[in-house]
């Protein structure tokens, strides 16, 4: 079966830089987006930044803009979070998030893949 699993979570200092990584256990076929979000206490879910497979463009969310920076190997078997100039309102729970086209005998259209989610915290 398919597993997302993120690492690098952790407790860090406002201003320092954090990496965090998604590797992709089995396989997945027909990806239309790999990306990551986070949840913070008493707020909904955000999208931090998505790839889109069909022609790599890439969008980032105001909040992260200029600060965060995603990668994918070749493979598409790794999803890459490199998170820079930390604060203290980034303190969430992150999540490995991979969108694909399934097509099947048993179901076609659109599902998501999420991983367990790292916690960062940014606090002095």
């Known amino acids: 079966q398919v597993r997302l699993l993120e690492s690098g979570g952790g407790l860090v200092h406002p201003g320092d830089s954090l990496t965090l990584s998604c590797v992709v256990s089995g396989r997945l076929f027909n990806i239309l987006r790999m990306g990551w979000y986070r949840q913070a206490p008493r707020k909904a879910r955000e999208l931090l930044v998505a790839?889109?497979?069909?022609?790599?463009?890439?969008e980032y969310s105001d909040s992260v803009k200029g600060r965060f920076t995603i990668a994918t190997d070749a493979a598409k078997t790794t999803v890459v979070l490199q998170m820079n100039e930390l604060r203290p309102d980034d303190t969430a729970v992150y999540y490995c998030n991979v969108g694909v086209y399934f097509d099947s005998s048993y179901y076609s259209g659109e599902y998501e893949y999420w991983g367990q989610g790292t916690p960062v915290t940014v606090s002095s």
């Open positions: 790839t889109l497979s069909r022609d790599g463009t890439t």
